[in-house]
């Protein structure tokens, strides 16, 4: 597609519950980062592929957390045993090159709501 | 990792005013973009700017890389102007496009 696409755009789930969040990259772009946004505050870094690989997973919050990108193109967040402290924005972006020399696309992410 | 402070954290104009906001970095930075974030949320590119001087119809920026700052002009503000602005950089040290984003500064125009 022509940006980068996530979804859902909005998520509410309960306590304890796990969620599935996509991101779908501009076509090309190998470097695939997801990033958490809190009210208030700038988006955080969470983890970062290069193709298939996490290159740096240092950003995710606990073991709770954990991301994949199978066939280096689509990639998926997942949350186990959701807490309402997980509630946040999550954003997806993409670049090429690695992201060194280019600008980040970013997705209109999703919003998480535990409940 | 590096530190982004930008300033002001907050700004009221009222609509045809202008204005320059501020990002400033602890260390050397690359990868340097400014963003809006629109009352929806959606995070939109503004600026890819590593170096010199960029213009866009009523916005530029500059960075200065040596002195470790970013500079974005809104000029002939509109009330469609209104948001949260983000500067982001990728620390010099890193080989690949980890952002580390500012607090923001939050623009609101009056008509």
């Known amino acids: 597609g022509a940006g980068v696409s996530q979804t859902p755009s909005n998520k509410v789930t309960e306590k304890g519950k796990y969620v599935e969040l996509r991101c779908d990259p501009i076509?090309?772009?190998?470097?695939l980062y997801w990033y958490r946004q809190s009210l208030g505050q700038g988006p955080e870094f969470l983890i970062y592929?290069?193709?298939?690989?996490?290159?740096?997973d240092s950003g995710l919050p606990n073991d709770r957390f954990f991301a994949v990108r199978p066939e280096g193109s689509v990639s998926t967040l997942k949350i186990q045993r959701t807490e309402r402290g997980d509630s946040a924005v999550y954003l997806c972006?993409?670049?090429?090159?690695?992201?060194?020399?280019?600008?980040?696309?970013f997705g209109d992410g999703t919003r998480l709501s535990i409940l | 990792g590096i530190q982004v402070e930008q300033s002001p954290p907050d700004l009221i104009l009222q609509e045809g005013a202008n204005s320059t906001l501020r990002c400033n970095f602890s260390?050397?930075?690359?990868?340097l973009q400014w963003f809006h974030q629109n009352p929806w949320g959606q995070l939109i590119n503004l600026f890819y700017?590593?170096?010199g001087t960029k213009q866009n119809g009523r916005l530029s920026a500059t960075t200065v890389a040596t002195e470790r700052y970013s500079l974005l002009y809104i000029s002939s503000s509109q009330t469609t102007d209104s948001g949260v602005y983000f500067c982001?950089?990728?620390?010099?040290?890193?080989?690949?496009?980890?952002?580390?984003f500012g607090q923001g500064t939050i623009l609101t125009v009056h008509p």
């Open positions: 972006a993409s670049s090429s090159n690695g992201g060194v020399g280019q600008p980040q696309h």
């Open positions: 076509s090309g772009h190998t470097a």
């Open positions: 592929f290069q193709g298939t690989g996490a290159a740096d």
């Open positions: 260390d050397s930075v690359n990868n």
């Open positions: 700017i590593p170096s």
């Open positions: 982001a950089g990728r620390d010099g040290g890193t080989s690949y496009g980890k952002l580390t």
